[in-house]
């Protein structure tokens, strides 16, 4: 089988207070990835604006919520265009025409065409974590997007920790998953119980490399860094192979981290491993009871 390369890259970026701020600073770091070669180009969770579900729900996080398409929509597909990439927007607050709010990401390809959405399906609620306070749970259902450089798919940050929603991606064709993240350690969740040790970043890599190993795919994860409030975002942005290698893996502070891929690798170790066509759905029903 012949070699597919493509070029990722991911956008390792910290906050600042405004919107215009994080995004002209995305914009930037995207021309960046550009110039290095990547053809697909992801950026973090929320990347427009700080993480303000570190605080019950608050009037004025609702007011940065915005529609899609909307502005911020409008200069990521530029983006895409000028740059001929495929861009994952990172995800939105969404407003949604029907008054609900949601964590969205969008994709957009070389035209800068936006190829469609996804909603964040599984919604946190722990402390510095309340995002049950401003998301509706994701009605999209896991979707891959066919694009010129290859079959993608975006969970974003939660969904990282329920492997059905990777699998779930995997049976549909996705060759990479992309997660975009916002994970942090902060006084008051870490550690959750001090008699438990923890290993965030650990648990983190570890749970994600498992979904590229266990489906046969490439998996591309993008947190932000900084310190927001008592949260510090510890970056590790990372791309890990089929077979659980780490391509590479970023420290804690803002950068853009490429890496080349081979898309005839995933369907190379789906056929020699078998672990989605050995499958017994009739064994799975207490998975939805």
Same mark, same amino acid.
């Given at each position: 089988?012949?070699?597919?390369?493509?070029?990722?890259?991911?956008?390792?970026?910290?906050?600042?207070?405004?919107?215009?701020?994080?995004?002209?600073?995305?914009?930037?770091?995207?021309?960046?990835?550009?110039?290095?070669?990547?053809?697909?180009?992801?950026?973090?969770?929320?990347?427009?604006?700080?993480?303000?579900?570190?605080? =019950?729900?608050?009037? +004025?996080?609702?007011? /940065?919520?915005?529609?899609? %398409? *909307?502005? @911020?929509? $409008? !200069?990521?597909? &530029?983006?895409?265009?000028?740059?001929?990439?495929?861009?994952?927007?990172?995800?939105?607050?969404?407003?949604?025409?029907?008054?609900?709010?949601?964590?969205?990401?969008?994709?957009?390809?070389?035209?800068?065409?936006?190829?469609?959405?996804?909603?964040?399906?599984?919604? =946190?609620?722990?402390? +510095?974590?309340?995002? /049950?306070?401003?998301?509706? %749970? *994701?009605? @999209?259902? $896991? !979707?891959?997007? &066919?694009?010129?450089?290859?079959?993608?798919?975006?969970?974003?940050?939660?969904?990282?920790?329920?492997?059905?929603?990777?699998?779930?991606?995997?049976?549909?064709?996705?060759?990479?998953?992309?997660?975009?993240?916002?994970?942090?350690?902060?006084?008051?969740?870490?550690?959750?119980?001090?008699?438990?040790?923890?290993?965030?970043?650990?648990?983190?890599?570890?749970?994600?490399?498992?979904?590229?190993? &266990?489906?046969?795919?490439?998996?591309?994860?993008?947190?932000?860094?900084?310190?927001?409030?008592?949260?510090?975002?510890?970056?590790?942005?990372?791309?890990?192979?089929?077979?659980?290698?780490?391509?590479?893996?970023?420290?804690?502070?803002?950068?853009?981290?490429?890496?080349?891929?081979?898309?005839?690798?995933?369907?190379?170790?789906?056929?020699?491993?078998?672990?989605?066509?050995?499958?017994?759905?009739?064994?799975?029903?207490?998975?939805?009871?």
């Amino acid at each position: 089988m012949e070699k597919r390369i493509v070029r990722l890259g991911l956008i390792q970026m910290s906050m600042e207070s405004s919107a215009e701020a994080n995004i002209a600073k995305a914009e930037k770091m995207i021309a960046e990835a550009a110039k290095k070669g990547a053809k697909i180009v992801a950026l973090p969770e929320l990347f427009a604006t700080p993480y303000f579900c570190q605080a =019950p729900k608050g009037a +004025a996080a609702f007011a /940065q919520a915005e529609p899609i %398409p *909307g502005s @911020t929509t $409008v !200069r990521l597909s &530029a983006l895409a265009k000028k740059y001929h990439i495929v861009l994952v927007g990172g995800s939105i607050f969404e407003k949604a025409p029907d008054g609900k709010f949601y964590n969205t990401a969008c994709v957009f390809g070389p035209d800068g065409t936006m190829l469609g959405t996804y909603r964040k399906t599984h919604i =946190p609620h722990d402390p +510095a974590f309340y995002e /049950q306070d401003y998301f509706a %749970p *994701g009605d @999209t259902g $896991v !979707r891959v997007f &066919a694009t010129p450089y290859g079959k993608i798919a975006v969970l974003i940050c939660y969904d990282q920790w329920f492997p059905e929603a990777a699998r779930i991606a995997a049976l549909q064709g996705a060759e990479i998953i992309f997660y975009p993240t916002a994970i942090a350690t902060a006084p008051t969740i870490d550690p959750v119980d001090p008699t438990i040790p923890e290993d965030w970043d650990k648990m983190w890599t570890a749970a994600q490399v498992g979904h590229a190993a &266990a489906n046969s795919i490439y998996i591309a994860a993008i947190n932000r860094v900084g310190d927001e409030g008592d949260m510090h975002f510890w970056g590790g942005s990372f791309i890990a192979d089929p077979g659980a290698n780490m391509l590479i893996k970023a420290k804690d502070t803002e950068q853009v981290i490429i890496a080349e891929c081979d898309l005839s690798y995933p369907k190379k170790m789906q056929e020699a491993w078998r672990f989605l066509q050995e499958r017994r759905p009739e064994q799975y029903k207490g998975l939805v009871e």
